[in-house]
């Protein structure tokens, strides 16, 4: 078998075995433990505990499946399962722009 | 298509980067100038004669420099870690020297892509005091006037987030920005009741920019007026402005 391939299979594994998920919040990248079967809401309160970002309220955050501007925000009563995304995905959890004369 | 339409209703005519007094103020001796990214003394030069204002403030420095560079470097190691990701959505960090950070905004959403914009973010006295932000040309790094800018910063049913003085000098008028708790208007809005809680890191700064003053971008437009073309860019998709 070719060196390679083994090297894929063992990346394989390994997201297969993965237990946490890496969430972005506001720029800060934390991994929190986390299961495909819980509600978001839980991951975002974990991931805000993590960044130690508890001084707003986890309804103030945004979490979205990419930083794409155009991905749709996630609702924290879905699970990951609901959106496709899996362990392996990325999460990023932001805040909205205050200001503009317009609070 | 109006390329015009992209301006501020409130810009007044153009005078030029050459209006924003030039001067050469070196950092208080206590500021410790170290380079995390990048090594160009050139370019170094090209970001503090940009930002006149910006150095003015490191006379004032408040903070234990050790304090503001530790809280720097953490920022810098943040944006290096989801870089490729920032890379897609066109962002170019060009150099991040204590204690500025200089990022270049592309529309990669426009092919042929174009830079719009670059932006020096500052961080001395932080996070005693917020971020600083100004923007500069993208190549000479040059601060730009309010006539010049090529995007307003778009808020859905709100005013756009650029905002000016009378000097025309644009700012970034949202909160985790010190011009915006700088301003009278904001003296009820402090600083020190968003630090530390999410608001005014780098990568929220520029998420606010790219989202408000880019992406909305969709492409080229052209005006015609006494027979000469003027190609600029097109008005934003109003779908795609942000709330």
Redesign the interface.
């Known amino acids: 078998m070719h060196p390679r391939m083994v090297t894929h299979q063992a990346e394989g594994l390994r997201m297969n075995t993965k237990d946490t998920l890496t969430v972005?919040?506001?720029?800060?990248?934390v991994e929190v433990k986390a299961n495909e079967n819980e509600e978001l809401l839980v991951i975002i309160k974990e991931a805000l505990k993590e960044?130690k970002?508890t001084?707003?309220p986890p309804e103030d955050?945004t979490l979205r499946g990419s930083?794409?501007?155009?991905s749709t925000a996630l609702s924290p009563k879905s699970k990951l399962r609901d959106y496709g995304l899996t362990l392996a995905s990325?999460l990023w959890l932001?805040?909205?722009?205050?200001?503009?004369?317009?609070? | 298509m109006n390329s015009q339409s992209l301006k501020p209703q409130s810009a007044e005519p153009v005078t030029g980067a050459g209006s924003v007094p030039q001067r050469s103020i070196e950092p208080a001796p206590s500021v410790q100038r170290d380079e995390t990214v990048g090594s160009s003394d050139s370019l170094d030069r090209a970001i503090a004669a940009s930002s006149d204002v910006v150095r003015r403030d490191l006379s004032l420095q408040l903070v234990d420099p050790s304090v503001s560079r530790a809280k720097f470097d953490r920022?810098v190691r943040?944006?290096r870690?989801?870089e490729s990701?920032?890379l897609r959505?066109g962002w170019i960090l060009l150099q991040a020297t204590f204690p500025q950070v200089a990022v270049l905004f592309a529309a990669p959403q426009i092919v042929p892509t174009p830079i719009i914009l670059g932006v020096i973010v500052d961080f001395t006295n932080y996070d005693f005091w917020a971020a600083s932000v100004r923007f500069v040309h993208p190549f000479t790094l040059a601060p730009l006037s309010l006539g010049e800018m090529p995007t307003a910063?778009w808020?859905r049913?709100?005013?756009?987030?650029l905002?000016s003085h009378q000097d025309q000098v644009p700012f970034?008028?949202?909160?985790?920005?010190r011009e915006?708790h700088n301003h009278p208007a904001h003296s009820n809005?402090p600083w020190l009741a968003y630090r530390?809680?999410?608001?005014g890191?780098?990568?929220?700064i520029l998420?606010?920019l790219?989202?408000?003053g880019i992406?909305p971008l969709t492409g080229f437009g052209f005006q015609v007026t006494s027979m000469q073309v003027q190609i600029g860019l097109g008005p934003p998709d109003p779908t795609?402005v942000?709330?």
């Open positions: 972005v919040v506001s720029g800060t990248p960044a970002q001084a707003r955050w930083a794409d501007e155009n990325t932001s805040l909205g722009s205050g200001g503009g004369g317009a609070q | 920022e943040n944006y870690a989801m990701e920032y959505r910063f808020k049913n709100a005013p756009p987030l905002q970034l008028c949202v909160r985790g920005v915006y809005d530390g809680t999410g608001v890191t780098l990568y929220q998420d606010i790219h989202r408000h992406a795609k942000p709330e």
